[in-house]
């Protein structure tokens, strides 16, 4: 998405909200992935990933539930013209993710899951 925006020639500011824990299952799919003090590791990836693009001055990591994070978005009068909604890989951790970031969401705006698609105003 840094990469689309630069491209683009887009001012953007992403906002990365993501415990950065997995979800139960995880380890028994990406096992391979490096585990320290039960933590695994995946905002140092995250980081290191971001850091290789080059995208350190667009990409802003917020490791926080997305619950508590949208909350606080909300109140502070942030809002996003492109939400993409990850959850908690589940029906309902998504729909609740989606009802929050639709607070914030800018008229005109647009939220995306996977193949779950809704466009602000229509």
Known sequence: MAELTRKLGLDSQILCIDDFRGWPGFRDRFGYVKMVNSDV???????QNVIHKNAT????????SSGSALEKLCEWGVFGDLIE????????SAW???NRAYQILRPGGIIFRARLFY???Q
């Open 41 to 47: 590791m995946l905002l140092y990836q995250f980081l």
């Open 57 to 64: 001055g667009s990409v802003l990591p917020m490791p926080f």
């Open 85 to 92: 909604i990850d959850a908690g890989h589940d029906f309902n």
């Open 96 to 98: 609740a993710d989606i």
């Open 119 to 121: 466009r602000s105003g």
